[in-house]
């Protein structure tokens, strides 16, 4: 089944404890991007990667670090939290940038006290 | 400023009845326009898109969308609302000219359906 894995759903943390958020997909898609989602905003792209050891900024990217080693797995990295980064994250695939489905995660919930 | 916007925070409506939900963008060249259902506690799933061509669309479970260049809106609707259609729906665009190809989203829209 098609799908993106985010782990851990749920992240209970205390401000500057470093915490990775993992991403993967069995779809073999080059396009792989973090969002964010806060009431009234929508969703903000973080960082973004078009392909193995290719990474952008996306709107947000302040206090977040992304890699990108292999092509299934994109981990988003927050080396020293703070509660204004509570907010439920987002990863996302798709075959190219932009113009074919975007498959989304279920998301990870995550508080900073 | 460039931007999407979705007037309605909060929509009710009678199961069974008629769904309209708006979408409004503002950008110099018309963009690739998307809907995404995001159900409690899961991601995003594509409803529909539009790139070119025929400006009605249809999608998956039930939905449709109407493209107007005049009015840069792209309206999601549904004749018949289900209970199961519960959920937040996101307008999105690409514009066409960013290199990131990146989506860019509305404040979102939830539809609760009321018995």
């Known amino acids: 089944e098609a799908q993106v894995t985010q782990n851990p759903r749920y992240l209970i943390t205390v401000t500057g404890k470093k915490l990775t958020v993992t991403c993967s997909q069995n779809?073999?898609?080059?396009?792989m991007s973090w969002y964010r989602q806060d009431p009234g905003l929508g969703l903000r792209q973080i960082y973004y990667?078009?392909?193995?050891?290719?990474?952008d900024k996306g709107d947000v990217p302040e206090g977040y670090k992304v890699s990108r080693k292999e092509k299934r797995n994109f981990p988003l990295i927050l080396e020293s939290p703070s509660p204004n980064q509570t907010s439920l994250y987002f990863c996302?695939?798709?075959?190219?940038?932009?113009?074919?489905?975007?498959?989304f995660g279920q998301g990870t919930r995550l508080t900073v006290v | 400023a460039q931007s999407v916007t979705q007037p309605d925070i909060h929509i009710t409506v009678s199961e069974g009845a008629s769904l309209e939900l708006r979408c409004n963008y503002s950008y110099g060249a018309t963009p690739y326009l998307f809907w995404y259902v995001q159900s409690p506690g899961q991601g995003l799933q594509l409803l529909l898109k539009y790139f070119s061509g025929d400006t009605l669309v249809q999608g998956i479970k039930g939905f449709e969308a109407e493209f107007k260049r005049s009015q840069s809106s792209f309206n999601l609707r549904k004749p018949s609302v289900h209970w199961s259609d519960a959920a937040e729906y996101f307008c999105a665009v690409v514009p066409r000219y960013n290199q990131g190809g990146k989506l860019i989203f509305g404040q979102g829209t939830e539809l609760s359906v009321k018995p």
């Open positions: 996302a695939s798709s075959l190219s940038m932009g113009l074919t489905e975007a498959f």
């Open positions: 990667s078009m392909n193995v050891e290719v990474t």
């Open positions: 779809m073999n898609h080059e396009y």
